[in-house]
């Protein structure tokens, strides 16, 4: 079934709303990746283009390592009154960038990530999609005689697929995924200057990819792990948003089956990105101030004695996953 064939009540409704507001305000999740600013701005420039005469902004704040692809807009307080906010990659309400979204005159909720907090009136969640990027792509496949795709959009929804399934590694990567990008492909943009652009890596991060393949400590239940203090960082003149590159590494691996990348924050807090080829990861990183999908999770720990304990669950984790590939 192609994926324009499976049109939902969600998405009917979430284009009523479109063609019902005027002021269409989009925003995504705090520390951006391709996929949320993919999503959020490829679905403000479909509709910029399928709707004209209507104001569509993109809110939030955009690291410089995705500037390359599109630029946020200034929405006043005001321009809330009467708009429809649409936040795109977010499944949890605390991590949605730019607290205005509740300023709106309604809210509705795009996300691929499994449901987690219900916090608009429409939500649309599929979690079987690659990427929310995948899903606003659908969006337009679901309605091709209103909705009209640009190459600009469609180069910035293409660069959210790529982003979350890694150019089409991961898992999550289904032949509608595949179906879905040769769609957007088709639109015109250079797809090797983006996949050049979302994989090149500047000289100081290729020295923080020697050294982590250098200081990954690899268990031999096939967890592996890694800790980023300031000060490494600072010593390759990099900070937390630099890290993202480095942290599919550890799975190219062999045998290592699940890891965590533990990355020191300002504030001595650690950001804990993980990551699993098997083992479901999500349960752990909810018990550790986050969440996430199954094999791709976010988490917070206070201290390294909280990452250590997080090691220690990886660890049973892998073990439980060895024990029951052998079996
Ligand atoms: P990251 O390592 O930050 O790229 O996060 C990987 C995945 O985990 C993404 O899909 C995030 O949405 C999710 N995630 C990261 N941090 C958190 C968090 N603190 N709470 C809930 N989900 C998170």
Redesign the pocket.
């Known amino acids: 079934m192609k994926p324009s064939e499976k049109v939902t009540q969600a998405q009917r409704e979430i284009l009523d709303a479109v063609r019902t507001y005027d002021t269409i305000i989009i925003h995504r999740?705090i520390?951006p990746?391709p996929d949320a600013i993919g999503s959020q701005v490829g679905l403000a420039e479909l509709l910029k283009n399928s709707f004209p005469a209507k104001r569509i902004y993109s809110v939030g704040s955009l690291p410089d390592n995705l500037s390359f692809l599109a630029e946020m807009n200034h929405a006043e307080p005001s321009d809330y009154h009467n708009a429809l906010v649409i936040v795109t990659d977010t499944?949890?309400e605390g991590?949605i960038d730019d607290n205005r979204y509740r300023l709106g005159q309604r809210l509705i909720k795009i996300d691929h990530?499994p449901g987690e907090d219900a916090y608009a009136e429409t939500e649309w969640v599929d979690p079987s999609a690659s990427s929310c990027s995948e899903m606003i792509a659908n969006f337009w496949l679901a309605f091709p005689e209103e909705l009209k795709m640009n190459a600009q959009a469609a180069r910035l929804l293409y660069a959210g697929i790529v982003g979350d399934t890694n150019r089409f590694l991961y898992d999550a990567t289904s032949p509608d995924t595949m179906r879905t990008a040769a769609s957007l492909m088709e639109q015109g943009f250079s797809h090797t200057e983006v996949n050049h652009q979302l994989t090149q890596i500047n000289s100081k991060v290729a020295k923080l990819t020697g050294y982590v393949l250098e200081n990954l400590e690899i268990r031999p239940s096939g967890a592996a792990q890694i800790v980023l203090t300031q000060e490494t960082l600072s010593r390759f003149g990099l900070t937390d948003a630099d890290t993202?590159s480095v942290?599919p590494l550890p799975g190219t691996i062999e045998g290592v089956t699940l890891w965590g990348i533990f990355v020191e924050q300002e504030d001595g807090v650690f950001?804990c990105?993980?990551r699993s080829k098997g083992p479901v990861i999500n349960g752990l990183?909810a018990r550790h101030?986050?969440?996430?999908?199954p094999l791709?999770?976010?988490?917070?720990a206070k201290d390294l004695a909280e990452i250590h304990q997080i090691i220690a669950e990886m660890d049973e984790l892998g073990a439980n996953w060895q024990e029951r590939s052998t079996q």
């Not at 791709?296 to 917070?300: F, L, M, P, T, V």
Request: hydrophobic letters at 25%; a positive charge.
């Open positions: 999740h520390r990746d499944a949890n991590r990530h993202h942290v950001r990105r993980l990183a101030d986050g969440g996430g999908h791709a999770s976010g988490a917070n």
